[in-house]
């Protein structure tokens, strides 16, 4: 028998990237700092990536019941160097067609920006208004891979949402078990007073097969999605250990299977 699929909710005040049948587990959430981890080695025996691919496995098999999610999405991206603020943003995102509508709440000088984009319509352009940061004024079409977007964002917009990140978290840890050199540690977490199951992963040297030096994935016990990542670069000399941080992302009040409709991607 099919298994049930519910969508969920999840509350979060202030700012903060699923609830419990099947898939879904329908819960609120209030902001709260998480507890520090417990990390342990895993277990020996097993390959060190063989257990989170198994869960982000398990997280793109739950992931094939969702077709459209909104949340709150709060990133924090390294550009030209720069780290910014943390960016929140009202998300939206439908499957089918691939459909991305994003509006800023913060930071406050750029509050109100809005980018739109729905694959096939448009000529494939984006519909941005960008309060002056694209040095355009109103809705303009832009194209995806517009340098003046690639100036603000490490990603385009192609690349958005958890689906996204399910997918390329895979590609990246297929081609890591064949080197077997990553280190990884596991340990429960709390996040936003949600359990969740905090897996870092370090890469012992540099290899053209890795993203970065070291990465921490945040899942939700229950469902495997992932609800936060980080990732950090290479530590520099004198500089911080762990790596600096190049860019988080995290998906927050998320509900699911609202009924998005080509209206909510219309600008």
């Known amino acids: 028998m099919a298994p049930r699929y519910l969508a969920v909710s999840w509350r979060v005040c202030g700012l903060a990237l699923m ?110 208004q960008s309060k002056g940061l694209l040095k355009v004024v109103g809705f303009q079409s832009i194209d995806v891979n517009d340098p003046r977007v690639l100036e603000h964002s490490r990603h385009t917009i192609l690349e958005a949402g958890i689906g996204n990140l399910i997918e390329q978290t895979i590609k990246l840890w297929e081609k890591e078990k064949l080197l077997n050199k990553t280190q990884v540690k596991v340990g429960e977490y709390t996040y936003n007073n949600r359990r969740c199951l905090r897996i870092e992963f370090t890469r012992p040297e540099r290899h053209s097969d890795y993203y970065c030096y070291r990465s921490v994935l945040f899942l939700d016990k229950d469902s495997k999605l992932p609800i936060r990542t980080e990732n950090y670069d290479w530590p520099r000399p004198g500089g911080n250990p762990g790596g600096d941080l190049i860019e988080s992302y995290s998906f927050v009040d998320l509900r699911f299977n609202v009924g998005f409709r080509d209206s909510d991607f219309e600008r």
């Open 19 to 128: 609830a419990c049948t099947s898939l879904f587990w329908i819960e609120q959430q209030s902001s709260g700092q998480g507890q520090p981890p417990m990390p342990k080695e895993t277990s020996a025996g097993s390959g060190p990536l063989d257990e989170p691919m198994a869960w982000m496995l398990e997280a793109r098999r739950n992931y094939t019941a969702v077709k459209d999610y909104s949340c709150t999405l709060i990133k924090k991206e390294r550009v030209k160097g720069a780290l910014s603020e943390d960016h929140v943003i009202s998300f939206k995102f439908r499957d089918q067609p691939f459909s991305v509508y994003m509006r800023w709440l913060a930071p406050g000088h750029i509050g109100g920006q809005e980018v739109a984009f729905v694959a096939g319509r448009n000529r494939n352009k984006m519909r941005v």
